[in-house]
């Protein structure tokens, strides 16, 4: 009876500790269009996914509509190390890199080429039910600043 009661809370200990070290970014996240403001002539991520790839990969699924309100899909999976990591689905971009800041906030450029077209900044607020995402850029030849939020699904 203790071995199988050792077990037991051995197992439930592991299972808190990797919950307790997961990363606030994980789940999917909403966008809160009333919160939100995009300048005109770029599109909007409507919804993105953060899930464990494999190992210390992660892997980020973005849903939204482009410029024209035509839906896009894009995927990206790498580390937050700020190394540059292939992304799919984008026409207009080829990698992303993310750089982990601190707990809460994470730092990303977006290439073409080897040219960045984006950076941005994710600020996961301290109860960790909503994100703001600060993204500026060039788009169609003009400049632009999109300060997005999502919610928590």
């Not at 207009?92 to 941005?120: H, M, P, S």
Request: charge should be positive; include cysteine; proline fraction near 3%.
């Amino acid at each position: 009876m203790k071995t199988k009661t050792m077990v037991l809370s051995l197992a439930l200990s592991l299972a808190a500790g990797a919950l307790c070290f997961a990363s606030p970014a994980m789940g999917t996240w909403k966008l809160n269009e009333t919160k939100s403001k995009f300048a005109p002539g770029t599109g909007k991520n409507t919804t993105v996914v953060y899930a464990e790839a494999s190992g210390d990969m992660v892997k980020i699924t973005v849903d939204g509509v482009d410029k024209d309100g035509k839906p896009t899909h894009s995927e990206w999976t790498g580390k937050f190390d700020g190394k540059d990591y292939p992304a799919t689905g984008d026409p207009a971009a080829d990698t992303r890199a993310y750089t982990q800041k601190d707990a809460n906030t994470l730092e990303f450029n977006v290439k073409k080429d080897g040219e960045i077209i984006v950076t941005g900044k994710v600020v996961m607020s301290v109860d960790g039910k909503s994100r703001t995402v600060t993204t500026s850029g060039t788009a169609a030849g003009k400049k632009f600043e999109n300060v997005a939020v999502f919610d928590k699904q």
